[in-house]
């Protein structure tokens, strides 16, 4: 496989273009320049990425229109997965603002979210939660994911952790933007050392929440 070359501004631009004409018209005439600029690129980064990440997923750029009012066919980001645990592991994803990746935790089932809660309860577990997203805001990561408006019922308004209680999903991410390093292999090494610094969250969720 060839070496990782960066993510050319041509990328970005089918996105930019995507976005104003989402049609199978523009898609068929470009869908070229969509492999050769997003695709290809994206997997060559996972690939050289799985030995220390886990394995990867490239997300379908169709989206599922079935339930939804929008009903553009196609996304407007490439995004791809790295990990071997259902909802847990390491995400990328590119658009027409750039770049982005992070990791953590969206929650698959009842039982997720209660283990979840019980380890966040805990002095031990969600103290040691608190310090890795303490470490990932210092490192310029925005702590995201599903929340309620209100402490879940059964825990105390109050709580130390009230913030993580809400939540039913922590993931962390990094938005990169567009910098010159984008259309470069450094891009490669930006995603590596964003995935390294995740790495602490979801070993966490592995350890007490689980993936089922």
């Known amino acids: 496989m060839?070496?990782?070359?960066?993510?050319?501004?041509?990328?970005?631009?089918?996105?930019r273009a995507l976005e104003q004409d989402n049609t199978k018209q523009f898609w068929l005439a470009h869908k070229d320049g969509y492999e050769s600029d997003v695709r290809e690129p994206m997997q060559i980064l996972v690939a050289e990425l799985e030995e220390e990440f886990g394995p990867a997923t490239l997300m379908r750029p169709y989206r599922d229109i079935r339930f939804s009012k929008d009903k553009t066919p196609y996304k407007t980001y490439q995004a791809a997965l790295l990990g071997s645990a259902t909802g847990i592991g390491c995400y990328v994803q590119l658009g027409s603002s750039g770049l982005l990746a992070g990791g953590g935790f969206r929650s698959h089932s009842k039982q997720q979210v209660e283990r979840y809660?019980?380890?966040?309860?805990?002095?031990?577990?969600?103290?040691?939660?608190?310090?890795i997203v303490a470490?990932?805001?210092?490192?310029?990561?925005?702590?995201?994911?599903d929340q309620l408006k209100t402490?879940?019922?059964?825990?105390?308004?109050?709580?130390?952790?009230?913030?993580?209680?809400?939540?039913?999903?922590?993931?962390?991410?990094?938005?990169?933007?567009?910098?010159?390093?984008?259309a470069t292999p450094k891009a490669l090494d930006q995603v590596r050392e964003a995935w390294r610094q995740v790495t602490p969250l979801n070993e966490w969720v592995l350890a007490h929440v689980g993936d089922e």
């Open 151 to 182: 402490i879940p019922r059964g825990y105390d308004r109050d709580h130390l952790r009230a913030d993580l209680l809400r939540r039913t999903s922590v993931l962390a991410i990094r938005r990169f933007g567009a910098p010159a390093w984008l």
């Open 117 to 131: 809660r019980a380890a966040v309860d805990d002095d031990a577990a969600g103290g040691e939660l608190s310090e």
């Open 2 to 15: 060839a070496a990782f070359p960066g993510f050319s501004n041509r990328a970005l631009d089918f996105y």
């Open 135 to 145: 470490r990932l805001r210092e490192n310029a990561f925005a702590i995201e994911g």
